[in-house]
C-alpha cells in the first residue's frame, strides 16, 4: 500500500525551530518528487514547497523561502521540512503530498497531516 | 507568481443537481491545472488533471474542462459523498498556487 505518514508536529513560540518528517512506503521513493502543502486552521490550501525525487531541485513559497528547507533522505524513504524563525501565520496542518510522473499532473497521494502551532 | 481565483466561493445543491464550479488564472496556463477534493479533517484528493483528465479511480459524474486562464470542474449528478470543498491548482510554474476553495454543502 502507498503511504506517507507524517510526524514532528507540535506547540513552539514563535522565532522558534521544528523539524517536520514524512516516511513514504508502497513506492520507489527516489523516483518521485514531493511536496508540503499546508493549511492554517479554517483556511484553504497553501503550496509550500516542492522537490524533485533526487533532491537536486527544490522550490518555495515566497512566504518561507529563507526561513523553510525541504529536504530528503532516499535511503531512509524520508522527506523532510526544517522550519526556522516561525510565526504564529506559520500555524497550520502540514501534509506531505506525492507527485505524479510528470509532476504536472498533480500530486496522487497525501499524508494525514502534522499540526503545527506557533504560540507563546 | 501566478493568481488563481474560483466562483463561487460556497455554494448550496441538492442531490441529483449538476454542479459547476469555475477557476481562473491570472495568465496562461495552458491545460496545467489540477482540482482536488477535500472533506473535513481529511487530505486532499486528486480528482481531475491536466484539466480533463479523471484520475484513476473518480467517479465519471466529475469532469473538467478549459484551457489557457479559464478551466471549470462540473459533477453532473451531485452525490452525498460530494459534499466537500473543491480546489483548483495550476502546475504551470512554482509556486504551484491553489485556489481558495469552494464549498459545496447541502440545500
Known amino acids: 500500500e502507498v503511504q506517507l505518514v507524517e510526524s514532528g508536529g507540535g506547540l513552539v513560540r514563535p522565532g522558534g525551530s521544528l523539524r517536520l518528517s514524512c516516511a513514504a512506503s508502497?513506492?520507489?521513493?527516489?523516483?518521485?518528487?514531493m511536496s508540503w502543502v499546508r493549511q492554517a486552521p479554517g483556511k484553504g490550501l497553501q503550496w509550500v514547497s516542492a522537490m524533485s525525487g533526487g533532491g537536486g531541485s527544490t522550490y518555495y513559497a515566497d512566504s518561507v523561502k529563507g526561513r523553510f528547507t525541504t529536504s530528503r533522505d532516499n535511503s531512509k524513504n524520508t522527506l523532510y521540512l526544517q522550519m526556522n524563525s516561525l510565526r504564529a501565520e506559520d500555524t497550520a496542518v502540514y501534509y506531505c503530498?506525492?507527485?505524479?510522473?510528470?509532476?504536472?499532473?498533480?500530486?496522487?497521494?497525501w499524508g494525514q497531516g502534522t499540526t503545527v502551532t506557533v504560540s507563546s | 507568481d501566478i493568481q488563481m481565483t474560483q466562483s463561487p466561493s460556497s455554494l448550496s445543491a441538492s442531490v441529483g443537481d449538476r454542479v459547476t464550479i469555475t477557476c481562473r488564472a491570472s495568465?496562461?496556463?495552458?491545460?496545467?491545472l489540477n482540482w482536488y477534493q477535500q472533506k473535513p479533517g481529511k487530505a486532499p484528493k486528486l480528482l481531475i488533471y491536466a484539466a480533463s483528465s479523471l484520475q484513476s479511480a473518480v467517479p465519471s459524474r466529475f469532469s473538467g474542462s478549459g484551457s489557457g486562464t479559464d478551466f471549470t470542474l462540473t459533477i453532473s449528478s451531485l452525490q452525498p459523498e460530494d459534499f466537500a470543498t473543491y480546489y483548483c491548482q495550476e502546475s504551470y510554474s512554482t509556486p504551484f498556487t491553489f485556489g481558495p476553495g469552494t464549498k459545496v454543502d447541502i440545500k
Open positions: 508502497g513506492f520507489t521513493f527516489s523516483d518521485y518528487a
Open positions: 495568465q496562461s496556463i495552458s491545460s496545467y
Open positions: 503530498a506525492k507527485y505524479v510522473i510528470p509532476w504536472e499532473d498533480g500530486m496522487d497521494v
